[in-house]
């Protein structure tokens, strides 16, 4: 149970007269958070800490290195600085550390945590930390990350300009370049807003670990959220940068919206969807800010209910092998479409499909003339339902002509009544974002920063290589197929990634990898080529076709003589870098029950006993699996309970009502 007292509530909201005070205590607060030992309780030092999953004890602190910074004496304090309050654990609270923040989080579920989520919030500190120094280094700050020996470089004509600067300040003695550290208040800085913060666990980090910041406003709904929120800060030091604030996100995003009031980067994290946000979202973001989004709702997403995310995302949604790159497209669909009303339109910098969720960064332009290209922009899917072979309409035309740009409508469909190859009909999916899904330049830097500074983030390996495997897709090229999903059309074996990536290369197309599907593959290959390919890998390796129906798809497509001749020779850039360099893609289950977690119960009392159970029940349940007949006792038979079974003693399952009502 969380306690709101007289002490926090004047952190909801930091006056103005009253910031000088607070960002010179906070400093001081932040350099000892640096280098301090794990933060304890001193009131209680049995209470348990956790660390990135991991049970820590406290220890007492060595001779010679003091906390400095937690607890400044009153000697250190000028007269006009306060001493800085002292956050202690409320019964039943533990710390939850990641990062360089340390957050104050209760037992119950009252506020949302998910700990899984660490590569998203990581991920997220990166490409803010990137577009910060792009952004500050217009207004002639450079920003300074802690682990950093050098700025990053990305290409050698950069570090050429960079030394030809640096040679012309030497010799022409002007000023040092302003910098931007982490953990200080810069006025030129970035306004950053997290509308759904829960525990503040993002913005804190974002205080503590990107720079060139002049502000993080923490908000939420909950009271309880908010109030913790506010310890939280006070518990990091960083009140002199974070303020925590307890409104409706839409609401504040709407006021927000004049072009001086505007947040340079705005993040929502919601559970479920965050369609009910996107619209405020998209006036409340500067121009050229930057706008994070995640969605969690895939169910909804990936196919299982179209008209459901018709009307949350305007576009229905098909449930295809390329499920999770269509739920990319049809998020970057709906920003673009609710940011057209008001003459803005959306640049893709980063858009990933991670575990369970999905996640996009965005900037946020404002322009009439290249709203006209939205139309251009967008295109409808038509999926065959026998197959599985695809084909995009695009919603609009734009021709140039020199300097002229001509607007009209496309002409369709691409496809017949009918699928070509196999004869089945077609679903019409979308409309979703038919342009490139990734900024490559942008996220070539973020990259190399966090290669280049590895030790900064707990998940740097993953971001590693789910980056690197982004630079390698076709830009150019939207969805995927899956090799495996092809052979099960044809019913033959599936041929090796390597054999069938060469195949399409030998043939003059051009393929890549998917971040998105560990089996994937884009190609501009049109979908004749790809199944005669597995028309030729089926000639060496036969099926049974006496076996098939005269109506299914491999009869039509297997009795179909190849055009193409496919060479299976393996070539050697058929194996991409991040493959062979065998860089962590998709990660391990982190822990038990990892996906998607409970939502926040405003009266805590944590996540029911009967959800617990049924969990532990379906846990390894295909690793597991029951061998011996007898084991089987152990169950209720369902049959019985309904009086419907027949085989009395003989049956296999359970018979014994009370334990009957116990597994149920």
């Not at 640049?347 to 499909?353: A, G, N």
């Not at 900064?456 to 789910?466: N, Y």
């Amino acid at each position: 149970m969380l306690i709101i007292t007289a002490r926090l509530l004047p952190l909801l909201t930091v006056p103005f007269t009253h910031q000088r005070i607070l960002r010179t205590v906070g400093s001081v607060a932040y350099r000892g958070l640096r280098t301090m030992e794990p933060l304890r309780a001193p009131q209680d030092p049995q209470v348990n800490t956790t660390l990135s999953g991991v049970d820590t004890k406290p220890q007492p602190p060595t001779s010679g290195a003091p906390m400095e910074g937690l607890n400044p004496s009153p000697a250190a304090l000028t007269p006009d600085q306060e001493m800085p309050p002292t956050t202690g654990l409320l019964p039943g609270e533990t710390v939850v550390r990641e990062g360089k923040a340390a957050i104050l989080f209760p037992s119950a579920n009252e506020v949302f945590y998910n700990p899984v989520q660490e590569f998203n919030r990581d991920l997220t500190c990166a490409v803010v930390t990137e577009f910060a120094r792009e952004q500050m280094a217009r207004r002639g700050v450079k920003v300074v990350v802690p682990g950093e020996k050098e700025r990053v470089v990305v290409n050698l004509a950069d570090e050429k300009k960079e030394e030809t600067e640096m040679q012309t300040g030497e010799e022409g003695g002007e000023e040092p370049v302003v910098t931007a550290s982490v953990g200080e208040r810069c006025k030129n800085g970035l306004r950053v807003l997290e509308g759904l913060a829960a525990s503040g666990l993002r913005s804190v980090r974002f205080a503590l670990e990107v720079p060139g910041l002049r502000s993080v406003t923490a908000n939420d709904f909950s009271a309880k959220a908010a109030a913790l929120i506010a310890r939280n800060a006070q518990h990091n030091g960083v009140t002199h940068l974070l303020q925590a604030s307890q409104r409706d996100a839409s609401m504040l995003m709407y006021e927000m919206r004049g072009k001086k009031d505007r947040y340079d980067v705005i993040d929502l994290d919601p559970y479920g969807s965050p369609a009910p946000f996107l619209d405020a979202a998209v006036q409340a973001v500067g121009e050229g800010g930057l706008l994070c989004v995640t969605c969690t709702d895939m169910a909804v997403m990936a196919g299982n209910s179209g008209e459901t995310c018709y009307s949350k995302y305007g576009s229905v949604s098909i449930k295809a092998k390329y499920c999770h790159e269509m739920a990319l497209r049809i998020i970057l669909h709906s920003l673009d479409q609710r940011a057209g009303v008001y003459q803005r339109y959306i640049h893709p910098l980063l858009c990933v499909s991670v575990d369970f969720y999905i996640r996009v960064f965005v900037r946020v332009h404002t322009g009439q003339a290249m709203v006209k290209n939205s139309a251009s922009k967008q295109a409808l899917v038509y999926n065959c339902v026998g197959c599985g072979s695809f084909h995009l309409q695009r919603l609009g035309k734009r021709t140039t002509q020199g300097n002229h740009v001509k607007y009209s409508a496309a002409t369709g469909p691409p496809v017949g009544a009918e699928c070509e190859h196999c004869g089945h009909r077609h679903q019409l999916g979308g409309p979703i974002w038919g342009e490139a899904l990734h900024d490559v330049s942008f996220v070539q830097k973020v990259l190399s920063a966090v290669s280049g500074n590895p030790s900064r983030f707990g998940t740097a390996r993953r971001i590693e290589g789910m980056l690197s495997m982004v630079t390698e897709e076709l830009e150019d090229v939207p969805l995927y197929y899956t090799v495996d999903n092809l052979s099960s059309t044809v019913h033959c074996s599936t041929p090796p990634l390597l054999q069938f990536r060469s195949a399409l290369l030998h043939a003059g197309h051009r393929v890549s990898l998917s971040h998105a599907c560990k089996n994937a593959l884009k190609t501009d290959a049109p979908p004749r080529v790809l199944w005669d390919v597995m028309r030729c890998w089926e000639k060496s390796n036969p099926v049974k076709r006496d076996r098939l129906s005269e109506s299914s798809p491999a009869h039509h497509i297997l009795n179909t003589e190849p055009i193409l001749q496919a060479c299976f020779d393996v070539r050697e850039d058929a194996n991409p870098q991040s493959r062979r360099r065998h860089l962590t893609r998709f990660q391990e289950n982190p822990e038990p029950f990892w996906g998607p977690k409970a939502r926040a119960n405003a009266g805590g009392g944590g996540i029911s006993s009967d959800l617990e159970d049924r969990r532990k029940q379906g846990q390894n349940k295909r690793k597991n699996q029951i061998t011996d007949a007898t084991q089987l006792k152990s169950f209720p038979c369902k049959r019985f309970r309904k009086g419907k079974c027949t085989h009395g003693e003989k049956c296999c399952y359970s018979h014994d009502l009370e334990q009957t009502d116990q597994m149920e």
